[in-house]
């Protein structure tokens, strides 16, 4: 695990030319009140939590004709 700043200095001493530092990528684990303590996840009513279907994404962007989510059209 190295930070953004030492990178260049390691590729710069570094006998390989082409040498591309390994990405680490660590699969957390939490408890379920630690997950709701620390927001991974959200409260959900005893009837909430039979749902199984994943929750719908919010995409912030454009809509088809080009405005932006949650703006009224002008008509």
């Known amino acids: 695990m190295v930070e953004a700043a030492a990178v260049r200095d390691i590729a710069e001493a570094s006998v390989f030319e082409e040498y591309v530092l390994p990405k680490l990528y660590i699969k957390m684990v939490y408890c379920v009140s630690c997950a709701i303590h620390s927001h991974v996840v959200r409260v959900r009513s005893r009837e909430g939590r039979r749902d199984r279907t994943p ?21």
């Not at 080009?66 to 008509?75: P, R």
Request: charged share 35%; no cysteine.
């Open 55 to 75: 929750p719908q994404r919010f995409r912030g962007g454009f809509n088809k004709d080009k405005t932006k989510t949650g703006q009224a059209t002008k008509a």
